[in-house]
């Protein structure tokens, strides 16, 4: 090994760093979309959403890549940027769930351009099996493990109802797959070395709705009925979060 790669693999970075990495590379996409070469971290952190000092701080992990009175080298940046989070090769996605969420997934744009490509759309239901969605034509979900070996495929996204999201995840699992994006509402448990990212976009509209009611003037009064979330009043209508103060399974 290299002392170049040595030094690299030694690198820890924050997970909140790592979170904020597609952030900037997103900006700088736009950036260099708008012709603009060069910026200076106070403009790339406003094109970012986040301040100045906690942008610097965090490319101070990844290397010395400004030079100062000039800036950041717009296109070398976003690159560094890529590169570092693996979208400068090309990884295959396979999607399972091909309800209306799977068919918006699949016609997702942003895949491709980001270093992502779709290889496969699964589903359990045999009425959609033949069908094409974004070109590519839906098959069994029994078809994932010859999809994964003869693809390569590491990342999986489920887009299934709640209740097949569990075994969804434990086959792929089985099959190889090491990296999940779970749309499906609920957690899904998985194994060391597994790691799963959680989109659910009832908990980000009811946050925005958390905060739309403080914008109001305060608190509502609680459903009757509504259990308590441990330490909080309870939002209007929700359900306790598992594992706080005893709350469902």
């Known amino acids: 090994m290299s002392a170049r790669s040595s030094s690299e693999a030694a690198r820890v970075i924050p997970e909140a760093t790592v979170a904020r ?93 980001r270093g992502f490509r779709v ?6 239901d045999p009425v959609v099996h033949g069908k094409k969605v974004a070109g590519i034509e839906v098959r069994p979900f029994d078809d994932l493990e010859a999809i994964v070996r003869d693809d390569a495929v590491a990342i999986g996204v ?9 075994d969804v995840a434990d086959r792929m699992v089985g099959v190889g797959i090491t990296s999940i994006l779970n749309f499906a509402p609920g957690v899904i448990a998985v194994p060391d070395g597994v790691d799963v990212r959680k989109v659910d976009l009832s908990i980000e509209l009811q946050i925005l709705a958390y905060h739309e009611q403080r914008k109001a003037g305060g608190g509502a009064e609680p459903l009757a009925g509504a259990e308590p979330i441990a330490g909080t009043e309870p939002i209007a209508g929700t359900e306790p979060i598992a594992g706080a103060g005893g709350g469902a399974a």
């Open 119 to 124: 290889v496969a759309l699964l589903d359990a």
């Open 21 to 113: 990495l597609p952030v900037y590379l997103r900006a700088l996409t736009g950036l260099a979309e708008s012709g603009i070469r060069t910026c200076s971290s106070e403009d790339l952190a406003s094109a970012a959403g986040v301040n100045s000092a906690k942008l610097r701080k965090d490319l101070s992990y990844l290397g010395s890549y400004g030079t100062r009175g000039v800036g950041y080298d717009v296109d070398y940046l976003r690159y560094q940027i890529a590169r570092e989070i693996g979208v400068t090769q090309d990884w295959p996605v396979v999607i399972v769930g091909i309800g209306n969420l799977g068919h918006a997934l699949a016609n997702y744009s942003g895949f491709r351009s």
């Open 158 to 166: 489920i887009a299934t109802p709640a209740a097949a999201a569990q």
